[in-house]
Nanobody, 125 residues
Framework: QVQLVESGGGLVQAGGSLTLSCAASGGTFSRYHMAWFRQAPGKERKFVAV????????IYGDSVKGRFTISRDNTKDTVSLQMNSLKPEDTAVYYCAAVDRMYGFPPPQSRYNYWGQGTQVTVSS
């Protein structure tokens, strides 16, 4: 079983940048595709980005393309989300998620079965 812990959230002004980190433990990190999702108050959880187990493939949600970058360090069992040009609509709780690479890439979103507790990102106008 994999445990995921997010960190790095906070309050930032529109146009600013923030980097989120997710530390994984309890499993073999390279077995998993890693992803970020977010959920704004009163909204459904939405896909942000996914990175393949090897770090060779990425997919981004349309709303963050060109602004966010997902990366991973398989020697440190961490995945990061670099967020640039932040907008108020990026305000949400951001969740780290993992899915076994056996499901292929991109993995079906229904297969994510490991989730962090979330970290709050607030972008002020």
């Amino acid at each position: 079983q994999v445990q995921l812990v997010e960190s790095g959230g906070g309050l930032v002004q529109a146009g600013g940048s923030l980097t989120l980190s997710c530390a994984a433990s309890g499993g073999t990190f390279s077995r998993y595709h890693m992803a970020w999702f977010r959920q704004a108050p009163g909204k459904e959880r939405k896909f942000v980005a996914v990175l393949s187990w090897s770090g060779g493939s990425t997919i981004y949600g349309d709303s963050v393309k060109g602004r966010f970058t997902i990366s991973r360090d398989n020697t440190k069992d961490t995945v990061s989300l670099q967020m640039n040009s932040l907008k108020p609509e990026d305000t949400a709780v951001y969740y780290c998620a993992a899915v076994d690479r056996m499901y292929g890439f991109p993995p079906p979103q229904s297969r994510y079965n490991y989730w962090g507790q979330g970290t709050q990102v607030t972008v002020s106008s």
